[in-house]
Every structure is written in structure tokens, then in C-alpha cells.
């Protein structure tokens, strides 16, 4: 568990120093980062994704959202 997070729904993960993370299936990985929404495990192009807000103080909100550059400070929201 990492300092300072704070996960709260069903499945969420904070797992970034400082995330939070609520919905439902939701991942913040990323330092700082927030996770919120629906999320989940989905397949494009044969290619799976988690729904999670990745690098550093990305933020993520909606259905299924995912930020993945490695850069921080990234936002995706909707579907």
C-alpha cells in the first residue's frame, strides 16, 4: 500500500503515492493520480486494457478511460 491513497467503490485500486481511485474497477497507478468512473478489462485490436490513470498526476474519468504516454499530467474523460 502506498502513502497517502485512497480507494473507494467496488475494485478500485490506488496503488500511486497519493492516488485515489473510486467507481467501479478503477486504477490510479500513477503518483498523484486520479481514477474515477467505470472501468474495467477491455480488448481492441487484440490488444487488453485496464482502465487506470498511469504516469504522474494523470487524471481519468467516465467509461473505460486509460492514459498510457508514460508522461505525466495527462486527462482522458468520456468513452
Known amino acids: 500500500m ?3 491513497t485512497h480507494a473507494e467503490g467496488n475494485s478500485t ?4 503515492e497519493a492516488s485515489h481511485a473510486e ?14 468512473g467505470y472501468g474495467g478489462a477491455y480488448t481492441i485490436n ?14 481519468i474519468e467516465g467509461y473505460q478511460c486509460l492514459t498510457t504516454s508514460g508522461q505525466p499530467g ?6
Open 74 to 79: 495527462n486527462h482522458a474523460e468520456g468513452y
Open 46 to 59: 487484440n490488444v487488453n486494457y485496464s482502465c487506470k490513470a498511469a504516469g504522474m498526476s494523470d487524471h
Open 13 to 16: 485500486v490506488a496503488s500511486g
Open 23 to 36: 467507481g467501479q474497477n478503477t486504477i490510479a497507478e500513477g503518483m498523484c493520480s486520479h481514477a474515477e
Open 2 to 4: 502506498s502513502l497517502y
